[in-house]
C-alpha cells in the first residue's frame, strides 16, 4: 500500500493532477489487476446480501415510490436499460441504480464498514450491476467493478473524517461509485477523474439526513449518489470536466466542508498490481439496525436470561464515542426516547433497541419496529431508563488500527432496584469477522431464503442462488438472474395505491 497525504493547496500552486486524491482514486480503479478469489467470493457474497434485504423492502412505502419513479423512465431503445426490483421490463440505468439503491438501503441491514468514518460499501452495486445491465457487460465486469468500488470505498473511509463536520458519508460512496463504473467499462484513467471530481461535488450534504427526526430520505440518500454518480461518468465520457481539484482546492472539499485550510489527510492505496482486497475488511449485518447496534443487540439477548426486567432501575451503555454520540443518548436527540417516533429514527436509537432485544431475546426487521411494540407500555418504562457514556477505552479500540481487533460493542451496567449490579461486555457481533459466529456463504444464502420467505418462491431462490453462486461466469443476457422473480403484479397493486408524482 502506499501512503498519499492530501491537503489544501492554492490556485496558484496549480497542483500536478497527478498529485491530485483524484486522480490516483482513478489510477486504482482504470488499474488492470482482476479481482482475487477471495475478494470474487465475498463480492458475490453482497449480491445475495444487498438481494435479500432489498426483497424484505419491496412493498415498503419509500422503496415502492423510488420504483415508481424509475418505471416513469422506461429503456428507449431495446436490449438496453437495466431490471429493478420486484417490476417487468427495464428503465434508465440512473433510474435502476435509484430504485434498487433505495431497496437495498430502506432496512438497514447490508453490509457496514466503519473506520474515520461510517459506510455501507454494498451501496456501490446497483450502480455497477445497471450500467452493466444497460451496456451489455458479464458478471465479470461486474466483479471487477464492484471490488475496485469497495477498494476506493474502504480507503477513503479510513482515510478522511466527515461525519466529525456533519457531513453524510454518501460524498465517499459517490467516489467510490464512479471509480467502479470506470472499472466495470475500462474506462481511461482521465475520465474516471473528472466522473469522481464532479459525483464528489454533487453529492456532499448535511447529516441532517440522520440527526433528530430521520426521514424516509435515509433510504434515498445512497441512491441520489448513486444516480449523480452514473450521470458524471456519462458526462465525463461525453469529454466534459469538472471542479479540479475538488479535494485539495483552496475553495475545494477539504478547504470548505472538513477541517479547513490546515487539512491534512492520509489515504492509503495499493500499489500497482498489487490486490484489491479492501472488501475483505467489510462485514455484514445479521440484525436490521444501526451497525453500532449489531453487538449491543447480541449482548441483549444474552443478559436478557439472567436480568429480572422488572426490577431494573437503569442500563448504562459504557460505549465508543461514535456509539454515544450518533446512536446514543450523547446524541441529544429527544425522539430517540419518543415511542412515535418513525422507523428510521428507531433504527438509530440505542436505548429503544437495547430496551426491546432485552425483552425479546431476539430482533425482526419488521416486528421490532413496529408502533404497537414501540408503545409497549413496559418497553418505555425500560427505555426511558437507559442512557449512554462515552468510556475512552472502548473508542480507542474502536479505532483499533488491527482489523481483527477493533471493536463496535459496549460493556452494559444493569443496576437493579435493591442496587445490584449486573455487568456483561461484547465488543463484536456475533456475525463480525471476529465474532461468535462469523458470516460465511451458507449465512448469507440462510439470510437470503428468510428474508424472501413468501415473496420467492422456493424455486425461484434456488434460480437466484445459482445465478448468483456463478456470477463470473455471466454472460450480458443472463445478468436478469441477478433479480430475483417475485408476483409483480401483486407489488405493481401495492404500488398504484400511492398518491402520484410529476413523472
Known amino acids: 500500500m502506499i501512503e498519499h497525504h492530501v491537503r489544501v493547496h492554492p490556485s496558484a500552486d496549480r497542483l500536478p493532477r497527478e498529485d491530485q486524491l483524484a486522480w490516483k482514486l482513478a489510477t486504482v480503479a482504470t488499474g488492470t489487476v482482476e479481482p482475487d478469489p477471495e475478494s470474487a467470493a465475498m463480492a458475490v457474497n453482497r449480491v445475495i446480501d444487498n438481494a435479500s434485504v432489498a426483497m424484505a423492502s419491496l412493498v415498503r412505502r419509500p422503496v415502492a415510490v423510488a420504483r415508481a419513479q424509475a418505471l416513469a423512465h422506461r429503456a428507449g431503445t ?9 417490476a417487468q421490463g427495464r428503465v434508465s440505468p440512473e ?153 485539495e482546492g483552496e475553495d475545494g472539499f477539504l478547504a470548505w466542508m472538513l477541517d479547513g485550510p490546515g487539512s491534512d489527510y492520509t489515504v492509503w492505496l495499493p500499489e500497482a498490481g498489487e490486490a484489491r482486497r479492501g472488501i475483505l475488511d467489510t462485514y455484514t449485518k445479521e440484525h436490521s439496525a444501526e451497525y453500532q447496534a449489531q453487538a449491543l443487540i447480541d449482548l441483549a439477548r444474552r443478559m436478557g436470561e439472567k436480568i429480572p426486567l422488572d426490577r431494573v432501575a437503569s442500563v448504562v451503555l459504557h460505549t465508543s464515542h461514535h456509539t454515544h454520540n450518533v446512536i446514543g443518548s450523547g446524541a441529544n436527540d429527544p425522539q430517540k426516547y419518543d415511542p412515535k417516533a418513525s422507523r428510521e429514527t428507531l433504527d438509530h436509537s440505542i436505548p429503544y433497541i437495547f430496551a426491546v432485544a432485552l425483552q425479546d431475546r431476539a430482533w425482526h426487521h419488521e416486528r421490532s419496529y413496529a408502533p404497537e411494540r414501540a408503545a409497549r407500555p413496559d418497553t418505555i418504562a425500560l427505555w426511558q431508563k437507559i442512557t449512554t457514556v462515552e468510556d475512552p477505552e472502548w473508542t480507542r479500540r474502536y479505532h483499533d488500527p488491527d482489523p481483527q481487533q477493533r471493536a463496535f460493542g459496549a460493556r452494559a451496567e ?20 471476529a465474532g461468535a459466529r462469523p458470516f460465511d456463504r451458507p449465512a448469507y444464502q440462510g439470510k437470503f431464503r428468510t428474508l424472501a420467505e413468501n415473496i420467492v418462491t422456493p424455486e425461484a431462490q434456488d434460480r437466484f442462488l445459482g445465478a448468483a453462486e456463478h456470477l463470473a461466469e455471466l454472460s450480458a443476457s443472463d445478468l436478469d438472474g441477478l433479480f430475483p422473480e417475485v408476483d409483480t403484479e401483486a407489488v405493481a397493486a401495492y404500488d398504484a395505491k400511492l398518491p402520484k408524482g410529476v413523472f
Not at 431495446?78 to 420486484?86: D, Y
Request: hydrophobic share 40%; glycine share 8%.
Open 78 to 86: 431495446p436490449g438496453t436499460g437495466a431490471r429493478v426490483f420486484g
Open 414 to 433: 444493569v443496576t437493579l432496584d435493591d442496587g445490584t449490579v449486573i455487568e456483561d461486555e461484547l465488543g463484536v457481533a456475533d456475525a463480525h469477522p
Open 95 to 247: 433510474w435502476a441504480a435509484w430504485a434498487n439503491g433505495t431497496a437495498v438501503r430502506e432496512l438497514d441491514f447490508h453490509d457496514t464498514y466503519l473506520a474515520a468514518d461510517y459506510s455501507h460499501p454494498g451501496d456501490n452495486i446497483p450502480p455497477i450491476l445497471a450500467v452493466a445491465q444497460h451496456t451489455g457487460r458479464t458478471g465479470e465486469d461486474v466483479l471487477r467493478g464492484v471490488v475496485a468500488a469497495y477498494e476506493l470505498h474502504v480507503a477513503l473511509v479510513k482515510g478522511i473524517c466527515l461525519h466529525a463536520h456533519r457531513i453524510d458519508h454518501v460524498a465517499h460512496l459517490s467516489a467510490a461509485t464512479a471509480g467502479g463504473l470506470g472499472a466495470l467499462l475500462r474506462l481511461p484513467t482521465e475520465t474516471v477523474y473528472q466522473a469522481i471530481q464532479q459525483a464528489v461535488h454533487t453529492t456532499t450534504a448535511t447529516r441532517q439526513s440522520r440527526k433528530g427526526e430521520i426521514s424516509s430520505w435515509k433510504a434515498y440518500a445512497p441512491a441520489f449518489a448513486d444516480k449523480a454518480a452514473i450521470e458524471a461518468v456519462d458526462r465525463a465520457m461525453r469529454g466534459e470536466t469538472s471542479p479540479s481539484p475538488i479535494y
